[in-house]
T-cell receptor, first 116, second 112 residues
Framework: DAGVIQSPRHEVTEMGQEVTLRCKLI?????LFWYRQTMMRGLELLIY????????DSGMPEDRFSAKMPNASFSTLKIQPSEPRDSAVYFC??????????????FGPGTRLTVT | KNEVEQSPQNLTAQEGEFITINCSYS?????LHWLQQHPGGGIVSLFM???GKKKHGRLIATINIQEKHSSLHITASHPRDSAVYIC??????????????FGKGTLLTVNP
């Protein structure tokens, strides 16, 4: 298995542009987490999906951020319009929710976003 | 308040030394994770545990539920162990037990 796949790995864009980050889950997993990592705030949960349904989006900073899961294995995180303060590393993590401990999360390699 | 505290914040060691990184949390948990992140790199899950002790190669993770404390040990440390180690906790919070609360991380540098 290739693990969690994220693209692009690096993105540099100008303020005001739309940015789309992509994530492919591990086959058979049913939960997806989008995180943002900055020096100031560390890792923060943005949104959590289970079986394609957004369960918790309380971490999404504002309406400029949106996330979708059009199918069971793929998700996008969109920022429109982007701002310099959105510069961070964005990780997605995939998990198989089960009745036991569950939720062991497998992280993707991250997308380093720079907004100038 | 659900909090996770790690110590030390920075740790420098010589190759071969025994390393301990500590994590304390404020209230009851369903699971604790130890993660590793190399500089500029991705995040790897090292352990997920809810009681006792787990071992993988030179890495050992322990947790004491009563004391709300976990430790990550590295035996015979090596320069390739240099990374940030992050403790993350899933608190017992009803329907949101999927949510991880992260410590600020411990930057470990192992010198040859």
């Amino acid at each position: 298995d290739a693990g969690v796949i994220q693209s692009p790995r690096h993105e540099v864009t100008e303020m005001g542009q739309e940015v789309t980050l992509r994530c492919k889950l591990i086959s058979g997993h049913n939960s997806l987490f989008w995180y943002r990592q900055t020096m100031m705030r560390g890792l923060e949960l943005l949104i959590y999906f289970n079986n394609n349904v957004p369960i918790d989006d309380s971490g999404m900073p504002e309406d400029r951020f949106s996330a979708k899961m059009p199918n069971a294995s793929f998700s996008t995180l969109k920022i429109q319009p982007s701002e310099p303060r959105d510069s961070a590393v964005y990780f997605c993590a995939s998990s198989l929710r089960d009745r036991g401990l569950g939720y062991e999360q497998y992280f993707g390699p991250g997308t380093r976003l720079t907004v100038t | 308040k659900n909090e996770v505290e790690q110590s030390p914040q920075n740790l420098t060691a010589q190759e071969g030394e025994f390393i301990t990184i500590n994590c304390s949390y404020s209230v009851g948990i369903s699971a604790l994770h130890w993660l590793q992140q190399h500089p500029g790199g991705g995040i790897v899950s090292l352990f997920m545990l809810s009681s006792g002790k787990k071992k993988h190669g030179r890495l050992i993770a322990t947790i004491n539920i009563q004391e709300k404390h976990s430790s990550l040990h590295i035996t015979a440390s090596h320069p390739r162990d240099s990374a940030v180690y992050i403790c993350a906790v899933r608190f017992n919070s009803g329907g949101s037990n999927y949510k991880l609360t992260f410590g600020k991380g411990t930057l470990l540098t192992v010198n040859p």
